[in-house]
């Protein structure tokens, strides 16, 4: 079955950066976009970013462009967030997920099944 595993989250002061890893297995990973999500204590979840399945096309929330990036890796079948001048409002469980297969970098979460269990980033100030 599908499993997607986060890791990379942490702890770290405002302006600071963290590296997100999603390592994933029981699928032709390199077929699927993928997907950078996020969820704050009592918000909804939001995608932040998501990427072509070759890693050409990109695409990013306004709330992150400029400061994030995606990138993925098909022969390890990994997915990255690079996270870059991070503020307190990012603090939230972050996860990634499949998107559709041949897709493109949609920004639509109902593009997206399969959610590993999400990595913490805390962001103080």
């Known amino acids: 079955q599908v499993q997607l595993v986060e890791s990379g989250g942490g702890l770290v002061q405002a302006g600071g950066s963290l590296r997100l890893s999603c390592a994933a297995s029981g699928l032709s990973f390199s077929t699927y976009a993928m997907g950078w999500f996020r969820q704050a204590p009592g918000k909804e979840r939001e995608i932040v970013a998501a990427i072509s399945r070759s890693g050409i096309s990109t695409n990013y929330a306004d709330s992150v462009k400029g400061r994030f990036t995606i990138s993925r890796e098909n022969t390890k079948n990994t997915v990255y967030l690079q996270m870059n001048s991070l503020q307190p409002e990012d603090t939230a469980v972050y996860s990634c997920?499949?998107?559709?297969?041949?897709?493109?970098?949609?920004?639509?979460?109902?593009?997206?099944?399969?959610w590993g269990q999400g990595t913490q980033v805390t962001v103080s100030s």
């Open positions: 997920a499949r998107g559709r297969p041949y897709g493109d970098p949609s920004l639509d979460d109902r593009n997206y099944t399969y």
